[in-house]
């Protein structure tokens, strides 16, 4: 099995990491359960399934020592209606009616997800239009400038365009939206059915599936059926979770006894999900709050903020290519090294223009770092002699990169350019520890060259 980190909700790197996707658009949130809460008529926060499910107890005649217990699920109201002759096809346009009847108003969370401009596409796991609702809140949105889709296995609605050409924001509700038919999951039959349909060929929605698996996702809320979100992110991805990846999941959740199976399955078999125990109002007020702090609001609150652009739109590296990390005073053997990999047809990017100043420039070096193969940094004397650099922090950025990276797979390959000790106290552990060569000048020889040749079609054999 294997080993994965859990995040301390205090880390910088972390939250820098989170904050810079969530700027390029690259973050989709995913609202589970946990986060459909609601204020009820006397101003208590109630969970609105716990609400549905007692309204469509009384609405379908239901007395209290009917069901199993004071606080029924909505599968156990149904599942009692059933069992008491009831016929299924009654159930769906009442709880509708229930839902027409409610005044509902959500939660300040929710209200606090959706004011985050650059979320772009919301993915909920409710039946119920809490996220639009709090879209429009929010935002001060009217109709025509949001959209919103559902998928049932009947009609398998995508979204209207790829994520990266959408202009308005869009809510997708994964397992239905609430009807006065069954298109919708209401019950556990209806989960196995959704799910069964999901990923079937004629029944994949292509624009979703490709946001999902491209796109890093912040799972929000784990209590979800534990089967099912394993299920649900192994479709997602296509691919085995174990694999290596370029994108990652956080699941925002605190450990309880309806999730430990969840995190237990993502803590020791998906490399790339990391699991902040925190519980979810807080956490999504500490992501509000550092997301003003970098995006305050204008007077007008409906103007739109100032997004960095993506890095597609200021070429410079393709993804896979090598990451050639030097100090400045280093930069022809940087050259030579990257001259001798490019004659065997390997991309290698290194910055010939020098440092530039601002955020943005340390965004495009640190997605480069995230998107790259390889990541091969020159240790030299001017590297451990110099205390301060922009290269120690992509040497930071690498190592972040490489903790989710499955053990055994390289990632960081120190190249040692002249007679630096490369066990040196001022070299980071990420880079000591890690398997180094000796290029004298940046001179590479067929050896190493064969190895960087093999190891960068092992990592496009893993990508397809």
Not at 42 to 70: C, T
């Amino acid at each position: 099995m294997l080993s994965q980190a859990i995040i301390d909700n205090d880390d910088d790197l972390f939250w820098g990491d989170l904050l810079l996707y969530i700027e390029e658009q690259q973050v989709v949130p995913v609202i589970g359960e946990p986060l459909l809460k609601v204020e009820d008529e006397d101003g208590q926060i109630v969970a609105l399934n716990q609400l549905l499910a007692a309204r469509l107890a009384e609405k379908l005649r239901l007395r209290p020592q009917q069901l199993p217990s004071e606080t029924p699920s909505l599968n156990e109201v149904v599942t009692t209606f059933m069992q008491n002759r009831g016929r299924r096809e009654q159930i769906y346009p009442r709880l509708k009616a229930v839902m027409n009847e409610l005044e509902l108003r959500p939660w300040l969370p929710l209200q606090q997800l959706a004011d985050i401009e650059a979320f772009q596409l919301y993915i909920t796991l409710g039946f119920d239009t809490l996220v639009e609702q709090a879209l429009q809140q929010a935002r001060h949105l009217s109709d025509g400038q949001w959209q919103s889709f559902a998928y049932s296995p009947h009609t398998p609605n995508d979204l209207s365009d790829a994520l990266n050409e959408m202009h308005q924001p869009v809510i997708y509700h994964l397992l239905g939206r609430i009807s006065a038919g069954p298109d919708y999951v209401l019950t556990d039959e209806d989960r196995l059915e959704f799910l069964y349909a999901l990923p079937s060929k004629e029944r994949r929605p292509p624009y979703l599936f490709d946001a999902l698996r491209d796109n890093h996702l912040l799972l929000l809320g784990g209590q979800q059926s534990s089967w099912m979100m394993q299920f649900l992110l192994r479709t997602i991805k296509g691919q085995p979770l174990s694999q290596q990846r370029s994108e990652t999941e956080v699941l925002v959740d605190l450990p309880s006894a309806s999730n430990v199976q969840l995190i237990g399955f993502l803590e020791h078999y998906s490399y790339n999900t990391r699991i902040l125990g925190q519980n979810l109002a807080a956490f999504i007020d500490q992501l509000h709050q550092q997301w003003r702090q970098r995006h305050p609001k204008t007077d007008n609150s409906t103007a739109a903020i100032k997004l960095v652009p993506p890095v597609e739109s200021r070429p410079d590296m393709e993804p896979g290519a090598l990451f050639i990390s030097y100090a400045s005073e280093d930069r022809a053997a940087a050259q030579t090294l990257r001259d001798a990999l490019d004659r065997v047809g390997i991309d290698a990017w290194f910055d010939q223009k020098g440092l530039e100043a601002g955020d943005d420039y340390a965004l495009k070096i640190r997605r480069h770092i995230h998107r790259s193969a390889l990541f091969v940094p020159l240790i030299s004397a001017n590297t451990t002699q110099r205390v301060e650099g922009f290269f120690r922090r992509e040497w930071r950025w690498a190592a972040d990169r490489a903790e989710a990276i499955a053990d055994g797979v390289p990632f960081i390959l120190p190249v040692v350019i002249d007679k630096t000790d490369p066990y040196s106290d001022q070299l980071p552990e990420a880079i000591t520890k890690a398997h180094w060569s000796t290029l004298p000048d940046g001179q590479a020889d067929d050896a190493f060259l064969q190895r960087i040749v093999e190891l960068v079609r092992n990592y496009r054999r893993q990508q397809r």
